[in-house]
C-alpha cells in the first residue's frame, strides 16, 4: 500500500498567478474582496501579488497598495512573487511573509521569464534568502519548468535536482510545471529523489492542469511525500512568458479529492465555493 500524508498544506495563488495574465486591470479593492473570501474558506498562505515590471505584467501593478492594505491582517500569511533583486527588495519593503522568488531549470526560460542568465539567478536567490531571512521572512525557492519547458523541452531529472542542490537555504522548494505538460510517473519520480537526496526540505508542488493531468500529479507528489501543493480557485492562471502554459489546477477540485480520500485540508468547500463564483464574477466583468 503506498502511504499518503494525513493532512496536506494547499496553498492559494489566484490573486497573483491566478491573475496576472487579464487584460483587464483587476481594481484592488476587488482584490481584496477575493482575498478576504479565500481567507474565510481557511487557507493559511496566500500568494497575494507579485514585485515585477509594470510595463510586462500590468495587472500586479498595485502590489504596494494591496499589501499596505493587507499589512494589519494576521489570520494567514502574505506570500509575494519576485524575479529579480528590485523585486524582492520590494516585497520585504511591502511586509510580506514570503518571498516566492522564482528561478528556472532551463536557461532559455530564465531569460524569457526573468531576462536573466540561470547563473544571475541563482546568485540573486541566494541574496534573497539572506536578506529575508535576516529580517525573519521566509523564501520560497520556485522553479519553474521542471519537467518540461516550452523552448527546450523535456528537462532532465539531473539538472532540477543539481539547481535543488543550489538552493537548499531556502525554507522550501517548489517544483513548477508550468506548462502543464508533466506525468505522473515522471512526477513520482523527480519527486521521489528529490525527498531522497534532501530528506530535511520542505518541497512544494504547482502543477497546472493543460493537459488534465494535474490531479494525478498532485497523488504521484503525495505518494513521494510531499505535503504541500499549489492550486488557484476556479482554476484560474497562466504565465504570459510561458507558451501554452493555461490555468493552474482547480483549488476546489483539489480539496475535494483529498478530503474524500480521507486527507486534511483545513478548508471550507462550500466556503471554497463562494469564493470561486466570486472569482468567475471578477474574471467576467
Known amino acids: 500500500m503506498i502511504e499518503l500524508p494525513k493532512e496536506v498544506e494547499i496553498v492559494e495563488v489566484s490573486p497573483r498567478d491566478g491573475l496576472q495574465s487579464l487584460t483587464e486591470f483587476v481594481s484592488t479593492d476587488r482584490k481584496l474582496s477575493l482575498i478576504e473570501a479565500l481567507k474565510k474558506a481557511g487557507f493559511r498562505r496566500i500568494e497575494v501579488t507579485s514585485f515585477v515590471s509594470q510595463k510586462h505584467v500590468p495587472q500586479m501593478a498595485d502590489a504596494e497598495a494591496l499589501m499596505n492594505a493587507l499589512k494589519n491582517d494576521s489570520d494567514f500569511e502574505k506570500m509575494g512573487l519576485a524575479l529579480n533583486d528590485l523585486g524582492y527588495k520590494r516585497a520585504i519593503q511591502a511586509g510580506v511573509d514570503w518571498i516566492c522568488y522564482v528561478i528556472s531549470a532551463t536557461e532559455t526560460m530564465s531569460r524569457k521569464n526573468a531576462n536573466t542568465t540561470l547563473e544571475e539567478s541563482l546568485e540573486a536567490i541566494k541574496r534573497c534568502i539572506r536578506d529575508a531571512h535576516d529580517l525573519g521572512i521566509r523564501v520560497r525557492a520556485s522553479i519553474a519548468v521542471c519537467w518540461v519547458c516550452p523552448y527546450e523541452g523535456k528537462v532532465p531529472k539531473e539538472k532540477v535536482l543539481e539547481i535543488t542542490s543550489k538552493v537548499e537555504e531556502a525554507d522550501e522548494i517548489a517544483y513548477n510545471d508550468t506548462v502543464g505538460r508533466?506525468?505522473?510517473?515522471?512526477?513520482y519520480e523527480l519527486c521521489y529523489l528529490a525527498k531522497k537526496f534532501f530528506p530535511k526540505k520542505r518541497f512544494a508542488g504547482?502543477?497546472?492542469?493543460?493537459?488534465?493531468?494535474?490531479?494525478?500529479?498532485i497523488y504521484a507528489a503525495m505518494s513521494a511525500g510531499w505535503t504541500v501543493f499549489d492550486s488557484a480557485i476556479g482554476g484560474l492562471g497562466g504565465c504570459p512568458f510561458s507558451p501554452g502554459a493555461k490555468g493552474n489546477v482547480a483549488t476546489e477540485k483539489v480539496v475535494w479529492m483529498l478530503e474524500e480520500m480521507g486527507i486534511k485540508t483545513g478548508l471550507d468547500y462550500e466556503k471554497l465555493k463562494q469564493a470561486s463564483a466570486l472569482a468567475s464574477e471578477i474574471v467576467t466583468c
Do not use: G, I, M, Y
Open 182 to 187: 508533466a506525468v505522473p510517473n515522471e512526477v
Open 206 to 217: 504547482h502543477f497546472h492542469d493543460t493537459n488534465s493531468t494535474a490531479l494525478a500529479n
